[in-house]
Structures are given as C-alpha cells and as structure tokens.
C-alpha cells in the first residue's frame, strides 16, 4: 500500500514535470517518494522507487524536447539522478537502521541479550493497557537464581556470566516468540507470557524448571531458582504494582526453602 501510493505521488509529479516543461524545476519533488519509501519501507522498495524516479525523468527529457548538445547527456543526465536517489535512499536507510539498533540496545541487557528493566517494564505497561482495553489474560514470573554468588566465588564471574546467558537462553526456549524475557539485574530474571492463562502459565514454568535444573546438573553450577508467578485474569494498576505481586511471592519461596514455585491469580483486584 506504502509503495503503491508513492508510484501514484510520482506520477503526479511526473504530470507537473510535464506540464510545467524544462523551464520550472520541480526536481526536488522526486524526493519526496524516494525518502518516504526509505524510510518507511523495505530496501527493496527503495531501490524501485529510485529506479522508477530516474526512468519517469529520462523519458520526460527524452519527450518534451530539453535542449541536449550531445546525445550521450541525457543518459549521462539519467545515471546521475539515478545515483542521487540511491544515495538519498541509502542514507535514510541507513539512518533508521542505525536508530532502530540505538532503540533495540536501549532495551536490552548487553550480557544475555534479554529485555533489560527499562524494556522489560515498557512490554509489560503496553500488555496492561491491552489486558484492560481487550480483557486479556496475561501472567508475570518474577525469577531468582538461588545460590549463584556460589558460582561466582567457586568458578570465577565468567563463569557466572556464562550462566546468566544460559538461564536467559533456557527461558526464550521455554516461553513462546510473542512472549517477552528480561534480566532485571544481577541474577533475578523475568518473563511475561502474553495471552497466558494459569493453565498454560504453569505448563510453561515447569518447562522452564526442568530445563535449567538439567542445564545446572549437567555444569555441576549448584544453582536452583525460586518463581513467583501471578496470572492476571483482569489487568493491574500498572507495571509497578504486577512486578511488585510477583516479587513477593518469590520472596515467599526464598523464605520456605527456596527452588520452588508459588503461583496465584489475581482476580478481583486480589491474590487468590
């Protein structure tokens, strides 16, 4: 559709190209669909508009009679306008993609590859808004890595760093693509799982448990971990408020033996 409606803009400027003849400019006009099609479509598209650009002026050279001393310059005149918008293109590709790898590492912990805090609480503040507008069930896992300052002193913090990206890899395997894992800090870890119910939610975390207590066996790591996890069947007040009821169940797990999981709902604006 974006494309679409750029080739019909085009036209219209070739059709005042036209009627205006080789005496009014109305170059820069070209632009206009080349930098959006850049900007908000794909390489592709970019790449054809710059060529259709280029083709619609060197016909328009070639039929409303503009004066060339040499036949070759009208050609020559094409490959440079060709190479303008290429470039033009080219750089506004360029600089979204740039702005768009600034906007993904804003949002990501550079150790696990994971959300960090901020992107995490941006994920889960846009599934709050959608659980109240749509009512749409979703559940929150709050993590904690039992012992790993064990890891640390024992095997070194490369070692550590090593386990951190492998919980981080275990719950992007255990957890769907359109849900959201984040490493809040240091080793707490969290997951939001869009559409879940409690159900669902459950079958996801024991998955979760047993794979990272096969990866911890497997490394001779001396590392459990403690869930607290809430399924929201209304939405939250906010981020804040679904983070803290999470938080606190996995402390309650910490206090009674840790390497367990307490899982509730909230349902009328309580724990049940």
């Known amino acids: 559709m974006l494309l679409a409606g750029c080739f019909v803009l085009l036209a219209v400027f070739g059709v005042l190209d036209y009627a205006t003849g080789p005496e009014l400019a109305v170059s820069i006009f070209y632009l206009i669909p080349v930098g959006i099609v850049a900007w908000y479509g794909r390489k592709r598209s970019a790449v054809a508009i710059s060529l259709c650009c280029a083709a619609l002026w060197f016909y328009l050279d070639s039929t409303t009679g ?20 290429s470039i033009v293109a080219y750089l506004l590709l360029s600089l979204k993609a ?3 790898a600034e906007a993904a590492a804003a949002s990501t912990d550079a150790l696990t590859g994971a959300l960090n805090s901020r992107g995490f609480y941006e994920r889960l503040e846009q599934e709050i808004s959608r659980s109240a507008r749509y009512a749409r069930r979703f559940s929150l ?7 790993f300052k064990q890891v640390n002193d024992r095997f070194g913090h490369a070692t550590g760093d090593d ?39 459950a079958r996801a975390i024991d998955k979760l448990q047993a794979r ?20 929201f069947e209304e ?18 797990v910490k206090k009674t033996g840790k390497n367990s999981v307490l899982h509730q709902r909230w349902a009328g604006g309580a724990l049940v």
Do not use: C
């Open 212 to 231: 990272i207590a096969e990866r911890m066996e497997a490394q001779a790591w001396p590392v459990q971990v403690s869930i607290g996890m809430v399924s």
């Open 141 to 147: 896992a709050y993590l904690d890595l039992d012992n």
């Open 98 to 100: 740039r702005l768009k």
């Open 163 to 201: 386990l951190l990206r492998a919980v981080a890899d275990i719950a992007r395997e255990s957890t769907r693509k359109t849900d959201h894992v984040s490493r809040l800090g240091g080793d707490e870890f969290a997951l939001l799982l869009v559409e879940a119910g409690s159900e669902e939610a």
């Open 66 to 85: 503009r004066p060339y001393a040499q036949d070759f310059s009208a050609y020559w005149n094409a490959a440079v306008r060709l190479s303008f918008f």
């Open 235 to 252: 939405a939250p007040a906010d981020a804040k408020e679904a983070i803290r009821l999470a938080d606190d169940l996995m402390y309650r």
